[in-house]
């Protein structure tokens, strides 16, 4: 074996298999050749391939099962495995890789062997170089590869020509007549009956041709014989299962040098399956159509440039005009051009996403009349899945919406009744608790106003006693005196909160009022920098209260922001004439509703406005609950406006408190002003 020169395993154009990484199993016994090669391949292979190596057959055929090698050198004599058998048991276990045979002169014989049964080379240990070796294996993956290409080719054209729905017939002639024939392998597939069955009986293939289609087929033969072109004709033949089937038959003249017609040659195709098909189409057509006519639905469909294709009866007689009128037109044509453009852009999303599109939509009608439909659209595709435009269906559900309409409406007025009746209740609860409250102050008040009083009058004895004035005494005593005073204030205020009696109303100007109960607490300014704005509307009219009661009201209310401005700030007060808006008419706790003021009503409305530090948002609730209150321990009762709050209910008025976005907080006072 000559060893090829460098230049020739350095071909700039390698075998495939060369430009992928190989993985060799070497099945070598002596250790010296195995270094040899690994020595050889790590020179010319590099990284293009690994190599492992086993001494024993055993283990070659283990490593082999686990896959992954893709070629195998191999020593014919092994501990476990001498010649061929070594060759056979390999070759048996995995024919799809190729072995190389490693020999020396003694064994070339059985090398040669080897390669007649499958092996694709055998190298002589001693005249193998590097490049000998990497050409001998990369050569041998080559020729496996084609070997395997052929083979696999070879069955699939067999199973081609087995199972195919065509096949060749050729019918000779002798002087315009008709000679031998032969057919080709697929007739079995088309026709059940194997090319000897025709030659056996002649006859054969004009009695399988149905009686109906007989004369069709052998017109078109005579023209065939006679050189004249043909078209294709499609019959019906009864197949050798006794089944009728569908075939086109297309032949066609061969003629010699002298254009004389020696043959008639021809294909027959099974079509039968296609003809099934073409009347399932036809029949699932007419249904098709027979269901979008008598749909009460509007169907349509579009091309890629919204041009209408189809149109069923229902979308006609929604537009009023034909479907000849329809087809080949757009929306613009038909509708007005904002509605037109939303739905062209409808059009582009359903097919650029290739998804389902559904929507309410607005609608308009030839005759200008605005309704609401329900549209479905989806991407309309050919056989390749290629989508060729949009098919869509709508229906009316103006009616219904128009319910869900009416359904919504209904639900908010029940919501907005369920919250005001819920409101209602939160005040008859709220009317009852004072009430209760109010009982049991009155009753508390009373029982504990004669103990006070024995209490003062000791108080009072024990300071005008010598040791009065001495040690802490004086000091003692000052807070025992405090302290009775402190309790008389929250008796005083528990018993004008509980007092029913009947009020004493005479006109009165609010702001006439309202001035004297800023003089009352005038001394409460002298050490603060408070700033007090006017702003009465003229001409305000009188209204019908108890002066001394309101007088009461308004001190309260400008004690409390006074409080909340301890050194400086701005009381701002007002006073104005309106209507009653519906979102003012807020109900006091504890006011009865028939005599309450009402949306609608001619007011009074009083404002105060401090610059305090407002009320927290959770506490605004409860500012009206007896004894609760924000100010610091010893700075206040709990009930003044609570007694506010009872005061302006006898008067059938209202108190609204908030706080104010600027900051503090303003008391908004509302008083039914006297009918003009």
């Known amino acids: 074996m000559n060893a090829p020169s460098a230049s020739a395993v350095s071909s700039p154009n390698p075998p495939a298999a060369a430009r992928a990484p190989l993985k060799i199993l070497l099945v070598e016994d002596n250790p010296g050749d195995a270094l040899l090669i690994r020595v050889m391949l790590a020179k010319v292979g590099g990284s293009q391939m690994t190599l492992e190596r086993t001494d024993r057959l055993s283990e070659a055929l283990k490593r082999l099962e686990q896959g992954g090698i893709n070629a195998v050198l191999l020593d014919l004599s092994l501990p476990d495995s001498q010649g061929l058998e070594t060759f056979n048991r390999i070759y048996e276990r995995i024919p799809q890789i190729p072995i190389l045979i490693l020999t020396g002169h003694d064994d070339e014989g059985v090398a040669i062997r080897a390669v007649h049964l499958g092996a694709q080379d055998y190298l002589l240990k001693g005249q193998v170089d590097g490049p000998v070796l990497l050409r001998a294996l990369l050569h041998a993956l080559e020729r496996k590869r084609i070997l395997e290409a052929l083979r696999e080719n070879e069955q699939r054209y067999k199973l081609l020509i087995e199972t195919t729905s065509d096949y060749i017939y050729t019918v000779t002639l002798q002087n315009g007549v008709a000679g031998t024939t032969t057919h080709g392998p697929g007739c079995v597939a088309v026709t059940g009956y194997r090319p000897d069955d025709y030659a056996r009986d002649s006859t054969l293939w004009h009695r399988m041709i149905h009686e109906d289609d007989r ?10 014989i006679a050189g004249v072109p043909t078209v294709p004709v499609e019959h019906r033949i009864l197949h050798k299962d006794g089944l009728l089937r569908w075939v086109k038959h297309t032949s066609v003249s061969r003629r010699n040098e002298r254009g004389e017609v020696i043959a008639v040659e021809g294909i027959i195709s099974d079509i039968t399956e296609r003809r099934a098909a073409e009347i399932r189409l036809r029949n699932s057509e007419a249904l098709y159509q027979s269901l979008v006519e008598s749909l009460p639905q509007n169907i349509f ?3 890629l440039r919204g041009v209408f294709t189809f149109v069923n009866s229902g979308f006609c007689k929604e537009l009023g005009k034909t479907a000849a009128e329809i ?5 613009f044509d038909f509708f007005p051009l904002e509605l037109a453009t939303r739905y062209r852009a409808d059009d582009e ?4 996403s290739q998804k389902l599109f559904e929507s309410v939509e607005e609608h308009v009608t030839p005759d200008g009349q605005r309704l609401y439909v329900q549209i479905v659209k989806i991407p309309l595709r050919d056989s390749s899945e290629r989508v060729i435009g949009i098919q869509g269906i709508f229906w009316d559900i103006t009616a219904q919406k128009r319910n869900e309409e009416e359904l919504r409406r209904a639900a908010d007025a029940l919501r907005t009744a369920n919250a005001e009746l819920k409101s209602a209740q939160m005040q008859l609860i709220q009317a009852e608790k004072m009430l209760s409250v109010a009982g049991l102050a009155a009753g508390v008040a009373h029982e504990v106003k004669n103990p006070l009083a024995v209490l003062s009058l000791g108080v009072e004895f024990l300071t005008h006693q010598p040791f009065a004035k001495q040690g802490d005494f004086e000091l003692v005593l000052k807070d025992m005196t405090d302290a009775i005073e402190r309790a008389n204030l929250v008796i005083g205020g528990l018993l004008d909160f509980s007092r029913e009696k009947e009020l004493e109303l005479t006109s009165e100007s609010v702001t006439a009022v309202a001035e004297r109960a800023l003089k009352l607490i005038s001394h409460l300014f002298s050490n603060r920098s408070i700033e007090i704005i006017r702003q009465f509307q003229n001409d305000l009219p009188a209204i019908h209260v108890d002066r001394v009661k309101i007088e009461q009201v308004f001190v309260n209310l400008f004690t409390n922001a006074l409080h909340a401005m301890p050194r400086f700030g701005t009381l701002s007060v007002r006073a104005y004439q309106k209507i009653l808006a519906e979102d003012e008419a807020e109900l006091n706790p504890g006011l009865r509703g028939w005599d309450r003021i009402r949306t609608g009503d001619r007011v009074v409305v009083f404002e105060i406005d401090d610059t305090g530090s407002g009320i927290p948002d959770d506490k605004l609730s409860r500012v009206f609950d007896p004894f609760y209150t924000t100010k610091p321990t010893n700075e206040g009762t709990g009930l003044g406006l609570s007694v506010v709050s009872k005061i ?25 002003a006297p009918p003009t």
């Open 215 to 224: 004369a069709a087929v052998l017109e078109d033969a005579a023209r065939a």
């Open 301 to 303: 469909r579009k091309d």
């Open 327 to 331: 087809l080949g037109r757009t929306d």
């Open 349 to 352: 999303r359903v097919m650029a």
């Open 648 to 672: 302006l209910e006898l008067h059938s008025a209202m108190i609204s408190i908030r706080n104010r976005p600027e900051g503090g907080v303003r008391v908004k006072l509302f008083f039914r």
